[in-house]
């Protein structure tokens, strides 16, 4: 079995903790899942102004458009 005397777990912390090695990686992933959760919270907020802008100017287009009534057939 294998164990771990505290002092070696120190080490081993202390070790893990000055070595910087992958943190350009680490920033970058938590920066672009900012970015992402960024994007879909405004994705959220924006969609539902967005649908009642365009259904009130489809109705408002609807309204303002009516057609000319048809023409009698000529014999």
């Known amino acids: 079995m294998f164990t ?4 070696c777990l120190v080490t081993l912390v ?3 903790v000055r070595d910087e090695r992958g943190d350009d990686l680490v ?6 899942g900012l970015i992402g959760v960024a994007g879909v919270l405004a994705f959220r ?3 539902g102004h967005m649908g ?3 259904t009130a100017w489809n109705a408002n287009a609807q309204s303002k ?3 000319d009534a048809p023409l009698a ?3």
């Open 4 to 7: 771990l005397s505290s002092r």
């Open 14 to 16: 202390t070790a893990f």
């Open 27 to 32: 920033e970058y992933a938590l920066l672009a």
């Open 45 to 47: 907020t924006l969609s």
């Open 52 to 54: 009642n802008a365009y």
């Open 65 to 67: 458009w009516v057609p």
């Open 73 to 75: 057939p000529t014999p």
